[in-house]
């Protein structure tokens, strides 16, 4: 017998007991006279929705704050608190919970599409224990029944504190916790652990593409002579003409990662071409950007396989005969952090690359036989890094799943019969 089971056999033989919400808290209201401004520059911090939503236990670290004046009357958190979500888009995701599982050191407030679910006693539901029940999906059915609405589903307070839920005795509620905070731990540990190898290949990647690229003995060719590089233009976007149901694709530099882009958002009118300097940059085309605050960080750098249009904060090459896109693409991702540091000013308000600098800069260029066989090649190498990061959510999806069928036979304790009655 496990010893939950001998915990369960000792101290609930008949069964655990089951109570209604209002029986154990009460609630208690988040923010409430507050503007979108007060939540700029704010001195105090705060549950968000998006810290219920996502985290079991609150996490009290969050970097979230609201204006709040001395004296002014707010519903602060205390441990043991139980914050749910009031509204949502749909039935599937109201009603969320995050449990308070240790005393802040500061005071915290609750977004005000939120509330406090408070016990009255603090030794009926152990928070490490209550952080699981009310995400068990026999609860989480109940939450659901509490809701109603069309767009918007909000939570109906009455009838959530008639929620049922179970309550046995401390020592079984600790040891459930233990159990199932193992379970939690190590699907924590699979994440750090495919993270870990993710990056680890990442790492290798960068390092064979550059031995690669240093092994090719050709001439160099500066970046200006490789073909038609080109930029782009933001049609206005008051005018609608320019943009509603517009079937020409326009690509932002928001949405250039370092890899190949063939799903672009934007799309603009065949208007915006006939009245703005904005052209189209047949594919395949190698873009990059010139203009954000993100070069701080990195250069981004994309292999566009599409015939769009662009912003005006990119230059786009269209290859000449004899060069290859992708070639062209992988030579700049691998020289990417020399490029950024040589080539990028970081003195004004908006980072941007020396054009100049930045098209003087050369590359090996040998035959278009040897640039598609490298190509090939290094494309190869990032199949299989990209194809380990893809199996990341497969994997902790599986792992939450036998979490989740753990969590909910466990949870699923028998009625007691007097309470049944």
């Known amino acids: 017998m496990s010893r939950l089971a001998e915990l369960v056999a000792e101290h609930c033989p008949n069964g655990v007991e089951y109570k209604q919400l209002s029986e154990l808290a009460t609630t208690v209201p988040g923010l409430s006279g507050k503007s979108k401004a007060d939540f700029h520059d704010g001195n105090a911090r705060f549950a968000s929705y998006r810290n219920i ?29 139980i914050l ?31 509330f406090i679910v408070r016990p009255n006693r603090s030794d009926s539901l152990e928070p ?14 109940q939450i659901r029944g509490t809701a109603n609405g069309v767009t918007r589903i909000n939570i109906s307070k009455p009838r959530f504190m008639e929620v049922k839920i179970p309550v046995p005795p401390v020592q079984v509620q ?13 699907e924590a540990q699979l994440e750090a652990e495919l993270e870990a190898e993710i990056e680890a290949r990442q790492q290798q990647y960068v390092f064979y593409r550059r031995v690669v690229l240093r092994r090719i003995g050709a001439a160099s060719a500066s970046l200006a002579s ?16 320019y943009w509603a149901n517009g079937d020409i694709p326009w690509l932002a530099s928001m949405d250039i990662s370092d890899e190949s882009t063939d799903d672009i958002r934007g799309r603009v009118t065949q208007a915006a071409l006939d009245e703005t300097s904005l052209r189209i940059v047949p594919a395949p085309s190698v873009a990059v950007v010139m203009r ?21 904060d990119m230059r786009a090459l269209a290859p000449r005969e004899g ?27 908006m980072a941007a690359v020396n054009s100049q600098d930045f098209f003087a800069w050369k590359i090996p260029l040998p035959s ?3 640039q598609r066989a490298t190509a090939a090649e290094l494309r190869s190498f990032e199949v299989i890094v990209n194809d380990l990061r893809a199996s990341l959510p497969a994997e902790l999806a599986a792992r939450r799943t036998q979490y989740e069928y753990h969590r909910d036979r466990i949870l699923a304790f028998k009625q007691s019969e007097e309470d049944a009655t």
């Open 368 to 370: 278009i036989e040897e």
């Open 128 to 141: 490490e224990f209550a952080k699981h029940l009310f995400r068990s999906e026999s609860i989480r059915k």
């Open 84 to 114: 749910f979500t009031g509204s949502s888009e749909s039935f599937d995701e109201v009603g969320m919970s995050s449990v308070v599982t240790a005393e802040p050191s500061e005071p915290i407030y609750v977004n005000s599409f939120c």
């Open 226 to 241: 490789l073909g038609k590089w080109q930029g782009g233009v933001t049609p206005s976007k008051s005018d609608p003409r």
């Open 174 to 186: 600790r040891v459930v916790a233990e159990i199932l905070d193992a379970f939690s731990l190590l």
């Open 53 to 81: 939503f996502a985290n079991p236990a609150l996490d009290l670290e969050a970097p979230d704050f609201v204006k709040v004046k001395e004296g002014e009357q707010q519903n602060s958190v205390q441990r043991g608190d």
């Open 292 to 312: 954000s605050n993100i070069l701080r960080r990195r250069l981004p750098i994309g292999l566009v396989k599409v015939d769009t249009t662009f912003n005006q």
């Open 323 to 349: 060069v290859d896109a992708e070639y062209v693409y992988q030579v700049l991702r691998a020289d990417s952090e020399e490029i950024r540091g040589q080539c990028v000013r970081t003195d004004g308000s």
